[in-house]
Nanobody, 122 residues
């Protein structure tokens, strides 16, 4: 079992930046690929970014490529999402997720956090 706790959400103006953090506990964090997802009101949850177990392979949704950066610190059992040049359409509840395997991916995440709200005002 993996327990995930997100933090760092908040209200920011368009063009601003936020950094989300996800602290993990439980099974070996360093062996798990991690991802960030988001869900806006009335919309389905969507993949945002993923990172493999070592941090040297990442993958982004087209909508955030060039603006968001995912990274991880295995010594701190934490994964981050640096969000720059935020837009109103980035407003959503952001979730951290973990896979049982170490390869980066868009699907098949096994563990989920409770989410942190990001609101971008235009």
């Amino acid at each position: 079992q993996v327990h995930l706790v997100e933090s760092g959400g908040g209200l920011v103006q368009a063009g601003g930046s936020l950094r989300l953090s996800c602290a993990a506990s439980g099974r070996t964090f360093s062996g798990s690929a991690m991802g960030w997802f988001r869900q806006a009101p009335g919309k389905e949850r969507e993949f945002v970014a993923g990172v493999n177990w070592s941090g040297n392979a990442v993958y982004y949704a087209e909508s955030v490529k060039g603006r968001f950066t995912i990274s991880r610190d295995n010594a701190k059992n934490t994964v981050y999402l640096q969000m720059n040049s935020l837009k109103a359409e980035d407003t959503a509840n952001y979730y951290c997720a973990a896979r049982e395997i170490g390869t980066v991916g868009v699907y098949d995440y096994d563990y989920w956090g409770q989410g942190t709200q990001v609101t971008v005002s235009s």
